[in-house]
């Protein structure tokens, strides 16, 4: 879900979440297979939706505000960018191996997935 509101979630980093969660609401009727992968998602993005809004409102007051450009803003910037490369290039793979009807989990959110979906 991710990639299709990537475009417009860029500038703004609440618009992945929306995106995850409109998809969420409406499979949530779906088999477990598709919730719980629905629901991984909404996880993954709930996470990175602290990240970049930090650094998005850091940016605003660094292009607008009294901040300065730090290295320690440059830092959290790198790797802000990381993160999201690593989470986009995951979520191509998941999404290939889904497709294909293989169970994907991630690191730390599908222990947390397993918590929130019951079959």
Not at 23 to 28: A, D, E, M, P, V
Not at 60 to 70: F, K, M, N, P, R
Not at 91 to 99: F, G, K, N
């Amino acid at each position: 879900m991710s990639l299709i509101a990537i475009i417009a979630g860029l500038p703004l980093p609440i618009i992945n979440l929306l995106a995850t969660l409109i998809f969420f609401l409406g499979n949530r009727k779906s088999t477990y297979f598709v919730r719980w992968h629905c629901t991984q998602a909404l996880l993954s993005q709930l996470s990175l939706l602290f990240v970049n809004s930090a650094g998005f409102w850091w940016t605003v007051s660094v292009i607008w505000g009294d901040e300065q450009a730090t290295n320690k803003y440059f830092a959290y910037i790198i790797s802000l960018i990381v993160l999201n490369l690593i989470e986009f290039i995951s979520t191509i793979y998941s999404a290939i191996q889904v497709r294909k009807g293989k169970h994907v989990s991630w690191w730390l959110y599908g222990d947390l997935t397993d918590l929130f979906c019951k079959q």
